[in-house]
């Protein structure tokens, strides 16, 4: 099956730092790609969806200026965590979709310390 | 926005026990979504239905599809160490169901006693 990648695996930063995840769809094009964030014990909130070439639609409450999405290649979707606090560690997920369904990608764990 | 109900929270059971969970929304789905997520990794997508009333088999995983499209379960038949993880409904959000957003239901949490 298709498969996403998701870099770093995990991250732990100081608050105040910017820290950026990378997402890459390994041998399938990916039009359309979306990023999750979720919380423990909690089940997965979309945060945004990113279109190669356009700017990424973001859900409501979802600072844009906080959550930089960039979608540069069909295979590539960077999610950028700007000024990070301890309130944004989480675990952040990425799926890229083919034709047919969305593969996720395994996530990153962001600490902000 | 639309909501999916999914019950229950949690399960405890001994291994080679039948487990059943379900999903409920208020609105009409096209399409319903199950998918596993093991501790640390992201979901991986189990069954996927499409059509009202299809009840489709993965191995000893049973999905159904509701046939009023507003519910669907899934049922793991003789359960393993393996089954150990969250398990999530999941459908297409909106009027547009072609639309690719994803909505979630809040997880079910499988825990197997050996």
């Known amino acids: 099956g298709a498969v996403v990648s998701q870099h770093p695996s995990w991250v732990i930063c100081k608050s105040g730092t910017s820290v950026k995840i990378e997402c890459r769809s390994l041998?399938?094009?990916?039009?359309?790609m979306f990023w999750y964030r979720q919380f423990p014990k909690q089940s997965l909130m979309l945060m945004a969806t990113?279109?190669?070439?356009?700017?990424?639609?973001?859900e409501q409450g979802v600072e844009k200026d906080k959550f930089l999405i960039n979608h540069a290649s069909l295979t590539l979707s960077t999610l950028t965590v700007t000024s990070a606090h301890p309130e944004d560690s989480s675990f952040y997920i990425c799926?890229?979709?083919?034709?047919?369904?969305?593969?996720f990608g395994p996530g990153t764990r962001l600490t902000v310390t | 926005g639309q909501q999916l109900n999914q019950s229950p929270q949690s399960m405890f059971i001994q291994e080679g026990e039948d487990v059943s969970m379900n999903c409920t929304s208020s609105?009409?789905?096209?399409?319903w979504l199950w998918y596993k997520q093991d501790p640390g990794e992201g979901p991986v997508l189990l069954i996927a239905l499409y059509k009202a009333g299809e009840l489709t088999s993965n191995g000893r995983l049973t999905a159904q599809f509701g046939i009023t499209r507003k519910d669907s379960f899934l049922n793991i038949s003789a359960s393993i160490p393996s089954d150990v993880g969250i398990y999530f409904c999941?459908?297409?959000?909106?009027?547009?169901?072609?639309?690719?957003?994803?909505?979630f239901g809040q997880g079910t949490r499988l825990t197997i006693n050996p």
């Open positions: 799926s890229a979709r083919d034709t047919y369904e969305q593969y």
């Open positions: 609105s009409i789905f096209n399409t």
């Open positions: 990113s279109n190669e070439g356009s700017k990424a639609t973001y």
């Open positions: 041998d399938f094009q990916a039009t359309t």
């Open positions: 999941a459908g297409p959000e909106g009027k547009n169901q072609g639309a690719q957003k994803l909505v």
